[in-house]
């Protein structure tokens, strides 16, 4: 079985430290289903590494309770909706060429992994605003002032923090299926649009991994 590209979905999510969430005095649940990336982890954690995310078990009964010391943040990643999407992974290499071996390489361990996305500005129908990806996108590199026309004023500064990329490779598994999951926590470096008369309002950034482990996250879907 193969599948086209239209079966990758891409979500995205800012970083908010403000959502941080730790076990402090009282004891803490995980939410069934539900996205978090491990910031730290305390003596005794549940959590099994940090780093990266983990997704919480489906079922109520079975969440996983905090220690101290354990820092996780809830992911509310928004779907992109995309025209094309790129990624890239590579490994470097040294060379260990010598007279007896020429042309010899060795790999390096650094993996560099970067890519783009595409995708359109999106339009609330009833109130004209930016959908949450398109505000999110253009706050990275400018701040945005909210005007309510009755005198208020609401000033975003600019926001380029992390960013989590999640795309599901096979969107259309069934549940009980395996879900395929790329997670890279990434930094967004560009943002370009075109405004010709005959194009569509277009958003193309790239990214490459920041801080933190890339994975290929596996697991059953939930109902």
């Known amino acids: 079985m193969k599948r086209t590209g239209a079966k990758a979905w891409v979500y995205l999510d800012s970083f908010d430290e403000s959502k941080m969430i730790t076990c402090q005095d009282v004891s803490k649940l995980t939410e069934p289903n539900r996205w978090y990336f491990i910031f730290a982890t305390g003596t005794g954690s549940t959590f099994p590494y940090k780093g990266s995310v983990i997704k ?13 010391g354990d820092m ?14 790129s990624l890239s992974m590579e490994e470097g290499t040294v060379d260990v060429s010598d007279d ?13 992994i970067s890519g783009s996305l595409a995708g359109f500005f999106r339009y609330n129908d009833n109130t004209q605003d930016f959908d949450p990806v398109t505000d999110g996108v253009l706050n990275r590199f400018l701040a945005i ?3 309510d026309g009755q005198g208020v004023y609401e000033v975003k500064e600019r926001r380029n923090g992390p960013a989590f990329l999640l795309i599901n490779l ?6 009980g299926q395996i879900e395929q999951w790329l997670f890279v926590p990434a930094v ?3 943002a370009n ?20 482990e890339a ?6 879907k939930a109902a």
């Open 100 to 112: 007896c071996d020429p042309g010899a390489k060795i790999l390096d361990g650094i993996v560099v």
């Open 72 to 85: 996780i943040y809830p992911l509310e990643a928004e779907r992109l909706c995309k025209t094309s999407a």
């Open 145 to 147: 002032v909210e005007d």
């Open 193 to 212: 649009t075109n405004l010709g008369n005959t194009d569509v309002q277009n958003k193309d950034i790239s990214f490459s991994k920041g801080e933190g």
């Open 170 to 175: 096979n969107s259309d598994a069934k549940v």
């Open 56 to 68: 919480s078990p489906a079922s109520a009964q079975n969440q996983i309770s905090l220690v101290a």
């Open 188 to 190: 967004i470096s560009s």
């Open 215 to 220: 994975v290929l996250y596996k697991v059953p």
